[in-house]
């Protein structure tokens, strides 16, 4: 009898650790990803390498050698500028990444450090950051 007290309070006061240690809420994690402001940082991306596709494909038509493309030539590389374009904003949108986004944090935090991290990035100082 004395040794079932014993693991019952030893239960007990490990419970805390355990709490601890247990895995995040996926919404505990989409407030940290929206704190940290990861859809807005992902469109900036997507903006920078569509501006950087763009100024690419430009110099390359500069320096080419050879005769000019005609219209007809142009519009089928700016049409495949394009759809490429369009192709890499469809596969990273974030309705497609953001879930394995969440899972990896699931898979990777406590809820305690989840917890932590969003009263950080809360306050002024992890706004600034």
Known sequence: MRSALVALLALI???PLFAQNSPPTEDSVRHLLDLLQTRLILDRAMNNMDDFLHKSMEQARQTQKGPALNAKQQQIIDQY??????DIKDELAWSKIEPGIVSAYV??????EINDMSAFYSSPSGQSV
């Open 13 to 15: 006061a490990a419970h």
């Open 81 to 86: 500028q394009a759809d490429m374009i369009s």
């Open 107 to 112: 898979k990777t935090f406590s809820q305690k």
